[in-house]
């Protein structure tokens, strides 16, 4: 992919301790390295000085690593090849111009699959166990003694069977639970690692007719977009818990907001919302029964430290032309 004496230019989007960069530059001699990340943020503030500077930069850009995209980016940097981003949802930067260009793109998909599925295990627990009940209570000094419920012997259904879906399946099974999932071309008769039943995503109602929790863990696409809405969630127990780790516009939030008004669910964790952050006017705020997070599921104390590990086998891999892990296909948004 690279000639042999060309540099190898990398912008940084996301700010670098000195051991990652130098595991970066450590791969190859020709690799040159730099942080954009105080250029992005001054030109945001409509600094005219950093947005030439960050022209300059992009114009000599083959590869981009981070969270953020500079704003025009395939215009500015003609010569980018590769953009690793170090989230696993890449929605959110399929413009047109990325979507229709040459140039390839690489997520962390994967990475996230522990801390998000303990996450969906944390709430069910929380559900459960009627955390939040208490949690309120305890603010007015209330002693009310509720009775705690199990998980074991509960049915959770699963929409999305990627990583973060699998090892959801994988710690439901472990506390005993009944487990249902959707793929997009799966017979109702097949069976899954993890898995008791198998819908297509077509027969996703006949399937949350049974849960007690439905659990979200699919990207955001065209087809994905407001897939839970008002017939879906009617279709849901009025005992069970929805639980959107995923994105937040999969998810219709007036429809969901009229089911929690009017009791047909017994309540929801929301990792992600269809603006975020949260308007301080939403009416999510007010439900008791509703586990409110700031899009930080997938967050680890290691998060960095990580993506740049996947970064470095995936450089080394460009470097010797070969082909790179974690892929996204641009076109179907994952």
């Known amino acids: 992919m690279v000639t042999q004496k060309s540099n190898i230019n990398i912008l940084a989007t996301v700010p670098l301790k000195e051991e990652l960069a130098h595991q970066i530059t450590s791969i190859d001699s020709r690799i040159r390295l730099r942080s954009i990340v105080d250029l992005m943020t001054a030109e945001q503030s409509g600094n005219e000085d ?66 998000i599925s303990e996450f969906v295990l944390c709430e069910m627990l929380m559900f459960a166990k009627h955390m939040p009940q208490l949690f309120l209570e305890k603010q007015s000094r209330q002693w009310k003694p509720v009775t705690p419920n199990v998980l074991r012997g509960k049915t959770v259904g699963i929409v999305g069977m990627g990583g973060i879906g699998r090892e959801t399946a994988r710690l439901c099974r472990a506390f005993g639970m009944k487990v249902m999932a959707t793929y997009r071309s799966a017979r109702s008769t097949s069976r899954a690692k993890y898995v008791d039943e198998v819908y297509q995503t077509g027969s996703m109602t006949d399937m949350f007719r049974q849960c007690d929790f439905v659990v979200l863990s699919l990207p955001l696409t065209h ?112």
């Open 50 to 115: 950093a947005r030439r500077k960050l022209d300059a930069e992009l114009s000599k850009a083959e590869i981009i690593f981070g969270f953020n995209l500079p704003s025009d980016l395939i215009r500015r940097a003609p010569g980018l090849k590769w953009i690793q981003l170090i989230s696993a949802g890449v929605d959110r930067y399929l413009t047109d111009e990325v979507r229709n260009s040459r140039v390839t793109m690489t997520s962390v998909r994967g990475m996230h699959a522990v801390t």
């Open 223 to 334: 087809e994905t977009k407001g897939m839970i809405g008002e017939h879906e969630l009617r279709s849901m127990k009025p005992t069970a818990y929805l639980i959107n780790i995923s994105r937040g516009r999969i998810v219709d939030e007036e429809a969901l907001v009229r089911a929690l008004e009017e009791g047909r669910i017994a309540g929801a964790g929301l990792d992600v919302f269809e603006t975020e952050p949260l308007p301080v006017d939403s009416r999510l705020w007010g439900f008791p029964n509703v586990i409110l997070s700031p899009h930080i599921a997938g967050g680890m104390d290691d998060y960095i430290e990580q993506s740049t590990d996947i970064f470095f086998e995936n450089l080394k891999r460009y470097i010797s032309g070969k082909r790179l892990l974690r892929m996204v296909n641009k076109q179907e948004g994952y």
